[in-house]
């Protein structure tokens, strides 16, 4: 990960020093349950003391190219042989990395399902701020009705509430596995299997061929890329709002922040724009996790170089975007003045209300009446001359309850953010 995107707490977890670290996590669990099921002697004690020693595992490794070797070497040697001989027993070096992999992906969601809760809430609380301010809602890219802008905020609360569920849901489902070469048991048994993902709080995954199925890692990226959609969405919405000529929304501009080297005027969206680009490079990664189920009979590792980037960099760029997109939402300012023109003067769209309301009433067809009202509509430079226009064609527009949009849209406004707070349980 470059550091401008860098994300410590993320980056912390797929260090090389923290990787050898999970790496025990699983060694211990497993000479627990070995000794448990009284598979070995009492050794477990030795290794107390024996920690982490990179240089001393690039030293080794330079002679044995096998990374998990190199590190069970720079263990063993810190303890007396009649232990040290039962590191690493029975098991095959799958066991041991896919085993830890699954630790550190579970370790970043975490975080990440920490930064979505973030952004989630930092909409929810903008959405609310918004509730009563009414807006043109766009459909085709034009006009179409009149809503409340807290409704934009609240399609994204929706959408990362779903995300979440979604990654949630996989977190708990995080499989490792400690059967041996080609997944058969030599040496190893599934009780001790059972016990070694026990104690690591990981389910046994049903059937490893040596590796944890690649599709498990597929699933993930697909997950990563929704994520990364529901983020660029929001991107988008923003963008198309701050432009010059809508200027309903303004990003946070700071004192002393510049949005151009040549033209002092310029207010650009760029937190919205870097997400944008971003999320682009997460939905990449999923192409290549597809490509990495695609593994020869029981196993191979042609997967392994792809994952030691991808899935470090997926992580650290969504909580990465997760966070600008919380704080980019926080600080942006909407421009009421502008949104609360542009419903008044453009009255007309709310014709389908007015359509609707005058129906009941009408002495003539559905399509007599819509075209009445698309003509007046088409005509008129204003709100005044909207109705006037309604007038002259015979409609009793006197008779309905036109005072605000706030009058004609408050109580569907307030049963959808009623729903919308019951159904994901916001507060």
């Given at each position: 990960m470059i550091p401008r995107y860098e994300v410590s707490e993320i980056s912390s977890i797929w260090t090389e020093d923290k990787k050898f670290?999970?790496?025990?996590?699983?060694?211990?669990?497993?000479?627990?349950?070995?000794?448990?099921?009284?598979?070995?002697p009492k050794v477990s004690d030795k290794f107390q003391k024996a920690g982490i020693n990179l240089p001393r595992i690039h030293e080794i490794e330079a002679t044995v190219h096998h990374d998990v070797i190199a590190f069970c070497s720079s263990i063993t040697e810190q303890v007396e042989a009649s232990a040290g001989k039962f590191f690493h027993y029975g098991c095959t070096s799958s066991d041991v990395i896919d085993t830890a992999l699954s630790l550190q992906i579970r370790d970043s969601l975490e975080i990440e399902i920490k930064s979505l809760r973030e952004l989630q809430d930092a909409l929810?609380?903008?959405a609310l701020g918004a509730k009563h301010l009414y807006t043109l809602?766009?459909?085709?890219?034009?006009?179409?009705?009149?809503?409340?802008?807290?409704?934009?905020?609240?399609?994204?609360?929706?959408?990362?509430?779903?995300?979440?569920?979604?990654?949630e849901n996989f977190k708990n489902t995080l499989t490792g596995q400690m059967s041996g070469a080609v997944g058969n048991y030599t040496i190893l048994t599934p009780e001790v299997e059972a016990k070694v993902l026990k104690a690591l709080n990981l389910k046994v995954e049903p059937l490893s061929t040596?590796?944890?199925p690649r599709d498990r890692h597929a699933t993930l990226a697909a997950l990563q890329a929704g994520v990364a959609d529901a983020l660029e969405?929001?991107?988008?919405?923003i963008r198309h709002l701050h432009r010059s000529d809508v200027n309903e929304v303004i990003e946070g501009f700071k004192p002393g922040q510049k949005g151009s080297s040549t033209m002092p005027h310029k207010k650009n969206p760029i937190a919205s724009e870097n997400i944008s680009g971003l999320a682009r490079v997460i939905r990449s990664h999923e192409i290549i996790a597809r490509e990495n189920t695609l593994l020869w009979h029981e196993r191979d590792i042609s997967h392994s170089s792809a994952e030691r980037m991808w899935l470090p960099d997926s992580f650290g760029l969504t909580v990465y975007a997760l966070r600008r997109a919380a704080k980019m939402i926080r600080d942006l300012h909407l421009n009421e003045e502008k949104i609360t023109f542009r419903v008044q003067n453009e009255f007309a769209t709310a014709s389908s209300y007015i359509?609707?309301?005058l129906l009941p009433t009408y002495n003539g067809t559905r399509e007599e009446l819509y075209a009445h009202i698309q003509a007046a509509s088409f005509e008129a430079k204003s709100r005044d001359e909207f109705i006037k226009g309604l007038e002259s064609r015979g409609l009793a527009i006197k008779s309905l309850p036109l005072h605000s949009v706030k009058d004609m849209y408050e109580a569907q406004t307030e049963a959808v953010f009623k729903r919308i707070k019951e159904t994901y349980k916001l507060t």
């Open positions: 670290s999970y790496f025990m996590q699983v060694e211990m669990a497993l000479l627990n349950a070995l000794e448990d099921t009284k598979m070995i929810w609380q903008k809602g766009r459909s085709h890219g034009m006009f179409a009705e009149p809503m409340s802008f807290g409704f934009k905020f609240l399609s994204y609360v929706s959408e990362f509430s779903r995300r979440l569920e979604d990654l040596q590796v944890i969405r929001l991107a988008i919405e359509l609707h309301k």
